[in-house]
């Protein structure tokens, strides 16, 4: 048993670890988040956009009760969407209304700073690189930084993402690689510098696929356009097998011979992208992956459930493994074993469709015809709206 005001102890503060200190404090709970960056400003470029589902990610922010900060900065209108074939023929195209909440995009540095500045700056410790973490008597664990310092703790709480230091305390589980790579690339100011992209890509995203490849862009609420090259290759291609990242020039024109026989105009988004292109192999953990409660420790987002972006969730389930979290501990700050046995029945349930989802996307849209396949996904979601069932995207 733990005293009834449990010391817990959240390691990361991206979306997940933010979320879950946010509403610990709207229910009077403080925490500690440990995060490695030195500070918040330090991370430039906090990556694209993404979309909050109502049931997820906006519930989430409802519970941190920052649902008028998020009205504020959503974007509505990113929700549409056109599929391409490698021609540069147009196969489906969805427009937004302007007051559709069923999934609006968001950029995810705005989303950030709207959890950072609900959060009690005082309960942040910025610099604390977690090295590892050990587990003493009572449930109690001992956290050892990269700057020499330690603390000890009730409740640890893993939201430290992909390669997390505490998931091995939970279980032995690693990310494997999916078998897609991404480079990622954008076009900065993009309607004054290049309107005849900006007009392609509209409002909300584009995806061209087929080829075992695939050309993903997002507009972003900066201006910017994000683009996700993907391609079907081993883990260390990108880096071992000849794209220059550090010589941009060479690096387009090596991409750009992947695409050589798709239409130009798509290709345009890898031909005047800035400068800056990013590898990004797609990890993931085993689907269906869970492990038996331990005392004093547990894992949300990334951490607990890397999965591949297709299903368009890892972000939005981070924010909801945290509400649950939140609630479990609220309800019984005495007895933390119940707690996390609670949380982590409920996250291990939710996850597996969703992760199961990520797979079968991925597979069906990184491959020989994924325009047709994501043609037919789509014509599938088109008529369960129709019936009224909704349907995981
Ligand atoms: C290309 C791409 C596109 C995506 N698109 C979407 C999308 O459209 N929708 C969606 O819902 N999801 C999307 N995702 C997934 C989403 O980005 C992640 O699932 C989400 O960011 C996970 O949040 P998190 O808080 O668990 O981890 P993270 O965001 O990774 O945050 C972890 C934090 O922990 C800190 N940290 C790491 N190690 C340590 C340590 N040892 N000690 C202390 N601090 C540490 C890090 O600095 C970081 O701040 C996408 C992912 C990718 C790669």
Known sequence: MHPTTPRIAIVGGGLGGLTLARVLQVNGIE???????INRHIRLGQGGTL????????HALHEAGLDAEFRAAARPEG?????FDKHGTLLSEQATDEDDMDRPEIDRGVLRDILLDSVNPDSI?????????????????ALHFADGTATTCDLLVGADGAWSHVRP???????DHSGVNFVELS???VDRTHPAIAELV????LYALGDNKGIMTQRNGDGRIRTYVAF???EDWLTMYGIPFDRPDVARTVILGYFSDWAPELTDLIRYCDDTMLPRPIMQLPVGLTWASKPGVTLIGDAAHLMSPFAGAGANLAMRDAVELAQAVTENPGNLPAAIETYEKALHAYVLPVAEIASHHLDLMISPDGDKQMLALLKQFDAMAAQGSGGDR
């Not at 509209?202 to 995203?205: D, K």
């Open 31 to 37: 925490a500690t988040l440990y995060e490695a960056d």
């Open 51 to 58: 979309d909050m589902h109502a049931e997820s990610g906006q």
């Open 79 to 83: 929700q549409d969407m056109k599929l």
């Open 125 to 141: 410790q910025w610099g604390k690189y977690l090295k590892d973490a050990s587990p003493l008597t009572g449930g109690q664990h």
């Open 169 to 175: 305390l939970v279980t032995a589980a690693e990310p």
């Open 187 to 189: 076009i900065t100011d």
């Open 202 to 205: 509209g409002r909300g995203s």
């Open 232 to 234: 079907r290759a081993r």
